[in-house]
């Protein structure tokens, strides 16, 4: 196999995003195994045929079941909302399709572990699309906290802060708006922004053993956009939470939809003995490090602009010249170079099914802790 | 009374600063009440003589006892560490004498509702040296909140960052390190730092109803200055709170000396439905200010360059022309100035000790939900 | 006509980024006329078969009038060296293919001109690759001052800053490093980096009327590749000029490749008498703005991201959602979906050909200004 | 003599912010000479009596001749308009006193010369005011030049950048507005700022050779107030000048009180092959550095908060505790410590008068080059 025929199920936001990714794989990365937008499936068919018109889907299909059972497919790509997750990566893995899903997992953590057993099952590829992973500054962090580079590390914080639901007249439920509804996201910012920074937490800083949460909905009542009536708000507007981490280390985590003059605004910082690293998404082609080793009469933190093939930025040497940034999608093509260069040499791509589950495990907690007003452990 | 005779007890790095404060009131301010630097004390006679040389002082005593028993002292300066905090106010309110006291308060809420009925009792003046109210840019911040500019407020967050405990070598106890030895400070960063967020949070924010604590001692054992041999250390290394408002909104607090790469961060966001605010002490003189009110096509954080006299910041006129910044101590020395200015008026300069009393029952509450690992209702 | 077919000529650099401009197009732009990616020429013919199988072009040429001389091209998109341009352009609009040429237009005023006059003489659409009016924030900057937001216009200065050629063992001449050889480039930074700026300026703030120079050659001799041997360097390395605009505002304007720590660092900032702009391509998806008119206790530099649809910023409503940004190339799938529309239209493409002989104008007056050391009128 | 008795002659903004200085130097600095605010001297009695009560002063004096006779002065600072330097300096040093002098030096060229003969013949102790280099980040930067840690410099830009001046109906002349009429300034922001920036230029990267000046008045005329009629104005609003160092590099000075957005905004840019360093007087506590030796993976531009003893921070071990910045007028105290020190050991303190002249050279070969419009050579 030398072409990785794919079945696009959304085309949403992400359907989009995803899309665009692979239309860059082959000029960008010219890997082993190249994307051939196969099919693209949503229900309203002349929505979709425009959509596949436009991204370059030889094939349409209205329902998902269909696209599945199709065997010009080789990978099943899921964008629709978190709670039709679950049947159709369960679908997909029984007829052996790779399967590759947007984040967070699923709206529970036994949803999610289904998932997860299912795929493993049938010995299909499969990857969650916590996309950060692949922005090259965090890529970068990663990898010196690897390396050790930091030293121990004392602390990990990170906020995941927007405002785009604060005015009360935005209704709930249904396209675009599911986020607002817990029966169609799970939660609210816990599963949609926090799962991000859990995400790429656990993969730098190890194991989270014990969690303390809290949770607020500012807004109570919305209309829901399937009936047209004031129904309760039961999703979390604001989530943050107090951690310790296996190696010894604090973490804070926050979340918010009410946090003025954020759009899209993910952070982190970590603290170790030896240096200091921070990130944030609205400038999401630098990276901040504080050297304690630097000699001490300019010792300061620096701003790295991570686009340097010279210091080999990862991914950068794929992209322009020294000094030009890349944006938010980029991370989404790397993700799928990632995947693609995996399956061409059998092994998995992280996050895999089994990686998100443990965000899935913390996100539960986080929220049981909230309910309960109480810590919980994870050991 | 045109002057105020101060007697300040304790030349370490605080009795520095308030010295320095005291010195620059006349010529800054030109107070209706003149501080007068009439005695200082500490116990060794030959390095308080020196000391007194230095910033102007015209008496040296070295008991506090005997300082407080001058007649020719308006005013009780207390800047030695927090555990003498009480006994010192205690006499100089029964002396009737005003009382100035560095923060915190004292070591226990028990001790510090001691001293703010014993100075309510007396009828003394009082205030506590919670500084960063009268940073220019913070009093703007406080300003705006109360007027309302930033609208319901949704969240609030602050923390204070410091690194120079990390070394496992570092001794605790005595001169200068007394802040790592609990008997002497009381807590560790919760009372040394966190109480300066707390403060200004109680002030721009009202009144917390709940807290959840954590706190982590990274360095468990510590040389101990008074014997010489390894002692368990006893404070919080770090102490990070979750905490609700009484206004709905949200807080998240935190503080650390292993915070590689912060010397002394001090940093505050509040997200309003109009607005946002942050600051950081790094670089005080500049307040951050989203104001969703903007033209949408041109709204963005603002950088205010706090020294624009036409802008009528706090505190601004009285020094140079637009756009020179001021430092650290410039706080003090406001601090100074509306005390003297309140005392010339018969009113409380805030925060007095009833004031900081509500910080000190915070900071008791924290510690006390971090032990229990459970939220504490303040109501 | 539905389509355009378009001829690739060059598949260096800009030949990737111009070729990655066409592949979005439709995805993203949905364009009255499509581009295809018909063929692309250059002199090796194996690199250019490799290079057509990434990018997706049907055909492959590896002789340029070859290229023109097909008709089933319609455009044809000049990505050599400089002193290439002239030749190809003639012929194109002579075959009365659109042209779309790299900046700078040419090596010469006279070769510009004579370009120009082709393009306008034979009636083809034509535009001149000066991607950086698309940056969303660069638009955004000149929308605001043509609606006059910023009033009398006092100061424009900007530079462009690189460090790439000051180890003094790198060779001149041939692939990659033409534009160290004046014969292939036709000067230095000014053509190179500098022609940006002033197309820039000249967009936003009108004509130039008076320039004074000033050019450095910091390394004299490097190898040339074509010999293996040391030969003068000819170009510019540093070029610094002054200069007054027709509006009666100042201007500065430097370029270098020796300032370390630059990578590829254009910054520009325009002060008028309502309010400031200022932006820098490190950070190129944001706009620092300084409005006069803010309430004087507030007033502060703004850092608008520019990302946020709901503000109606220029191209970014064709991207993701709020707050996620987008990097270098994106200015050119901008430009390339403007000549398209304007295609459609029956429009000039700003900059055209006439737009960048302006700008070669001043280019050549700056070189010879600073050859003399004297002043030269523009009137 | 242990004591240094000051004779200040001005009481606006420089004369306080030369008072505090002073007031500052005992306490903070310990000097082996101690200065003593013998004296005071402006016209308006009432007014210096009050200035003098508020700084300390012993006396007060109403004519500067007789303040320089009095054999209880060792030293005259001079604090008022350009115009009146020469004949104060001249009667001082005539005197046997100390000079200080504010900047800059004179009027003009031949009355710079002039003040520094009559120092040097009188062998009088001397400096001016040229006070950003006592700004710790200054002379850091210096110091690191010097050290030869940025290596060959190639590029030194400068700018000083204000916006109080727009508001055609500002007047010309007299107390605080003396300086936008060129009778008493002796030029506009040449003289006010640039000359700042020569200062700094020459000491940390030496000699200038050559210039090339463009100077503009935005408005031609404003009422005097001292005839309440419109006068010409003759001062220059903006200047702007290219050169060469005697070392190669290559220079960029701006300066103006039309850019919007900037109240006192002096900042600076040095290149070199091993490095390179900027600062702002906005955020005067910091020094950013790049360090072309960092590993190449990490390495960016730092922010160093100049504030760490450890580091070794000049003059900061006098100060606080690290982290915390200082502001504006600590420059002064500095630099008052220094030539206390100076005097003490029986040095020079630069800028002495003959260091001033050579920035008063470079002053005067820019207004001339501008109004001839040509290059000057300096050497």
């Not at 349409?60 to 599945?68: A, F, K, N, P, Y």
């Not at 099943?76 to 990566?89: E, G, Q, S, T, Y």
């Not at 790295?304 to 980029?330: F, R």
């Amino acid at each position: 196999m030398s072409k990785l025929r794919v079945g696009m199920v959304g085309t949403g936001f992400m359907g989009r995003v995803h899309s665009n990714a692979y239309r860059h794989i082959t000029s960008i990365f010219k890997p082993a195994i190249e994307p051939v937008l196969q099919a693209v499936c949503a229900r309203d068919a002349e929505h979709t045929t425009e959509f596949a018109r436009a991204w370059g889907y030889e094939h349409v299909e209205t329902d998902w079941r269909r696209l599945i059972a199709r065997d010009d497919i080789d990978a099943i790509d899921i964008c629709v909302p978190n709670h039709l997750h679950k049947d159709i990566a369960l679908a997909a893995a029984r007829a052996g399709k790779a399967v590759l899903c947007e984040k967070p997992l699923a709206t529970s953590f036994a949803d999610a572990e289904a998932m997860c057993t299912a795929v493993e099952a049938a010995g299909v590829a499969n990857t969650v699309w916590f996309n950060y992973r692949r922005m090259p500054a965090v890529t970068l962090a990663q990898r010196m906290v690897a390396e050790g580079r930091l030293g121990r590390i004392y602390h990990y914080r990170a906020s995941f802060l927007q405002d785009w639901t604060i005015a009360a007249d935005i209704p709930q439920g249904g396209k675009a708006l599911w986020r607002l509804d817990a029966n169609e996201a799970g939660s609210g910012v816990l599963g949609d922004l926090l799962a991000h920074c859990i995400d790429t937490a656990l993969w730098i800083n190890g194991p989270i053993s014990q969690v303390s949460g809290m949770t607020e909905t500012f807004v109570k009542e919305r209309t829901h956009t399937s009936t047209g009536t004031k129904q309760p708000v039961s999703i979390d507007d604001a989530c943050t939470f107090m951690c310790r981490f296996g190696n010894g280390s604090l973490g804070v985590f926050e979340s918010s939809r009410y946090a003025r003059g954020h759009k899209a605004n993910y952070t982190f910082e970590i603290n170790g003995a030896e240096g200091s690293l921070r990130w944030s998404l609205e400038d999401l082609h630098r990276l901040d490090y504080m050297n304690h080793g630097d000699a001490a009469d300019v010792r300061g933190w620096r701003s790295i602009h991570v686009s340097d093939h010279g210091g080999k930025h990862p991914y950068m040497d794929h992209w322009w010249v020294p000094g030009l940034q890349i944006g938010y999608e980029h991370s989404f093509i790397h993700h799928a170079a990632d995947f693609l260069a995996a399956l061409a040499e059998g092994k998995p791509c992280a996050p895999t099914f089994r990686d998100a589950l443990g965000t899935q495990r913390i996100c539960e907690a986080v929220l049981a802790s909230a309910a309960e007003g109480r810590w919980l452990n994870l050991a």
